[in-house]
């Protein structure tokens, strides 16, 4: 086993593969969620999305990219995309109770 990479992510910091359809093609990316574009909300959300294999990405709209450039966050949020065959399962994974042990 190579031991000359180390990394807190399973996948060795790379970005989870994005599924592709029939022909070959990338799957179509949907809106998930629009989300505060901080370390508690857009980051932790897509982490957590990472581990259930779900690919997810950031994307600043309007004047989002400039202001995550010049303040470190953007004052427009971030909206989160995830491939339209797993849209459902984030959803649900997003909007499911904590349940703490007994």
């Known amino acids: 086993m190579d031991k000359s990479f180390w990394s807190f992510g399973r996948h060795g910091g790379a970005e989870l593969p994005w599924p592709v359809d029939e022909t070959g093609q990338k799957e179509k990316a949907v809106l998930l969620q629009s989300a ?14 990472a581990a259930y294999d779900i690919p997810c990405f950031k994307h600043y709209a309007k004047e989002g990219a400039a202001g995550k450039v010049i303040n470190g966050f953007s004052g427009f949020g971030a909206e989160l995309y995830v491939p339209a065959s797993r849209v459902e399962e984030a959803m649900a994974l997003l909007s499911a109770d904590i349940c703490e042990e007994e």
């Open 36 to 49: 505060l574009d901080n370390l508690a909300d857009a980051d932790m959300t897509i982490s957590m999305l």
